[in-house]
């Protein structure tokens, strides 16, 4: 996803000796001249990076900072002046700023501290992550890990429908972390500061999810010893995500279509007294659509109410180097976890998560890396006769394997010539060749390690 950097200054100079170098980095720049205006355009644009100079016409650079810092905690601050005296140094650090640095810093080297603040914020934010369990900090886009085209594209749907009421219908095959999705859109919603309530529909007996969600009178069935409060009137002004929403009984299908569509709902054994809710409903699945409508297990009304936006999560194995990039993540986290060493992933070892197919899409590759990390770097065998090989040991599936290296082969040869030609081409400028080629600085440099470039220019 494109990154975004807010520059408040009322000097064009100071924009114009960072813009260029900032947009051949993928980011999107803003400039705001009036600070007076400054905080409300922060507000609108949402930036991933704010740099702030410190002296300007009427309110200054310390001033915003403070404002900012009450607002986001996460956002990076750094602040810019043309004359950085100790003073204003320990205050801007007080109130929060991430760095300090002078007008005459160079544009490139300003990049580099960016792009390392924003690594250890996205770290701080996984250990805090971490720390706080099940029930801590939500995930948002920027903890989604991965850089396809495809999954921009998932990114930007979250942005975008974040912003609206419409119910959302998540979709993905099993274990391509449909419940990130979900958390993220809550994140980035109006609703953060309010409860999430997630339902994982497949994993109760189907008499006892009415109750879970709508909750239930003293005495209304068997064993209900005490009035239960649902999950919906838990969640407030919130939101609730249905989980595997083709689980649910007919029943409670016909009463979530009415209470999407008119708010209003029933306790079990409520004889009839109604409850309102304004909570956003979220729901996914991983089921065929056209069969779980056709068979009725989902009712076509209630899909079509919830379907007013859908956000189709693609499989793992359609995400090309994202496979790597997860890779990573996951060794860093179980590394974390476990009080270890991170190891290093091999050439071979990676070449082989690059091949595979992954049925079992990110949570399968999470496991693999899981035992990776146990065995203290030793590669996770990932052939024909393993447990995460879905294919058969038959001879068809020789040949297939073999046609599929074959042209894996013929692709990377014709990959590496082009990174070779970007390279020569930009004198060996690794900022100009990425954004030549389309691809992120961080993408390229893993391409260049890959391909073993990085004496070639």
Not at 357 to 367: A, F, I, M, T
Request: glycine share 8%.
């Amino acid at each position: 996803m494109t990154r975004k950097v807010l520059i408040v200054d009322d000097r064009l100079d100071t924009v114009l000796q960072y813009l260029d170098v900032f947009a051949l980095n993928g980011y999107a720049v803003v400039r705001c001249g009036e600070p007076a205006t400054a905080f409300s355009v922060y507000l609108r644009e949402k930036p991933d990076v704010v740099l702030l100079d410190v002296k300007m016409p009427g309110k200054g650079g310390l001033e915003l900072l403070g404002e900012i810092r009450q607002k986001d905690k996460r956002v990076c601050v750094i602040m810019i002046s043309a004359h950085g005296d100790s003073g204003t140094v320990v205050e801007a650090v007080k109130l929060g700023a991430d760095n300090f640095v002078e007008k005459n810093y160079a544009p490139e080297r300003l990049v580099f501290m960016v792009e390392k603040e924003l690594k250890t914020k996205r770290m701080e934010a996984e250990l805090e992550g971490l720390k706080a369990g099940k029930d801590g900090r939500l995930r948002t886009v920027d903890d989604i890990v991965g850089e396809s085209e495809n999954l921009e594209a998932v990114k930007r749907q979250i942005i975008e429908y974040a912003d609206c009421d419409l119910t959302v219908f998540i979709t993905g095959e099993s274990g391509v972390g449909k419940n990130v999705v979900a958390e993220a859109l809550h994140a980035h919603s109006r609703r953060r500061k309010k409860p999430f309530k997630h339902l994982l529909c497949s994993a109760l007996p189907p008499t006892l999810i009415e109750s879970e969600l709508f909750g239930s009178e003293k005495g209304a069935f068997t064993d209900a010893y005490r009035t239960k409060r649902g999950m919906i009137d838990a969640a407030e002004d919130g939101t609730v995500f249905l989980d595997e929403i083709g689980a649910t009984p007919p029943e409670v299908q016909a009463k979530l279509l009415l209470l999407t569509d008119t708010g209003v709902y029933s306790k079990v054994g409520s004889e009839g007294r109604s409850q309102k809710t304004s909570a956003w409903f979220l729901t996914a699945t991983n089921v065929d659509i056209p069969k779980a409508l056709q068979s009725g297990q989902l009712r076509q009304d209630l899909f079509y109410r919830l379907n007013q936006a859908w956000i189709h999560l693609p499989p793992l194995r359609q995400r090309g180097d994202d496979v790597l990039l997860l890779a990573e993540h996951f060794v860093r986290l179980e590394a974390e976890r476990t009080g270890t060493p991170s190891p290093v992933m091999s050439q071979k070892f990676m070449d082989n998560l690059l091949s595979y197919p992954w049925p079992g899409n990110v949570r399968q590759l999470q496991s693999v890396i899981r035992r990776f990390v146990k065995s203290g770097g030793k590669d996770v065998r990932l052939h024909s006769g393993s447990i995460d090989d879905p294919q058969p040991n038959g001879g068809g599936g020789r040949v297939a394997r073999g046609l599929k290296s074959t042209v894996r082969k013929a692709a990377e040869t014709t990959e590496r010539e082009c990174m070779l030609e970007a390279l020569r081409r930009f004198g060996g400028n690794r900022t100009k060749a990425a954004a030549w080629l389309g691809i992120s600085r961080r993408n390229l440099m893993y391409k260049i390690k890959r391909y073993s470039l990085e004496d070639t220019v």
